[in-house]
């Protein structure tokens, strides 16, 4: 049963990325359609899962390949950015952001120390804010 698969998968292009999210995202619809009753997100998951067949048996393989190129790039735009925000929050965490109000340079203060007078850095304003 195996060989079979893989002899019919020969020449075709098979899953990648952009299917797997596509899957996923068509059991989520198809869930939420189940449990909300809104017949429209059933019908637009089923139509998913649909494509997501027709990408994986489909034979023009450099097409396919070219659509997950350009999905790709848009999620680890998206990953990344996230990521981003991630460290940031872990970068910042026993620290305070200010926006200098002469020049909106950010200006990162220890938590916890009370009022105290910030010096930008940039424009060598001082201004007074609560840590």
Request: hydrophobic residues 35%; contains cysteine.
């Amino acid at each position: 049963m195996r060989e079979r698969m893989q002899r019919f998968m020969m020449g075709r292009y098979g899953n990648d990325k952009m299917n797997q999210v596509l899957s996923v995202v068509s059991l989520v619809l198809v869930l939420a359609g189940i449990f909300l009753r809104v017949n429209i997100l059933y019908t637009l998951g089923l139509v998913l899962l649909v494509y997501v067949y027709f990408r994986t048996f489909s034979k023009n393989i450099p097409k396919r390949y070219a659509e997950n190129q350009a999905f790709l790039q848009q999620y680890y735009r998206l990953t990344g950015w996230f990521a981003g925000k991630k460290r940031s929050l872990e970068r910042n965490k026993g620290y305070r952001i200010y926006k200098c109000p002469g020049c909106s340079q950010k200006v990162r203060v220890p938590k916890g120390k009370g009022k105290i007078s910030i010096h930008c850095p940039k424009c060598g304003n001082d201004f007074i804010k609560r840590s």
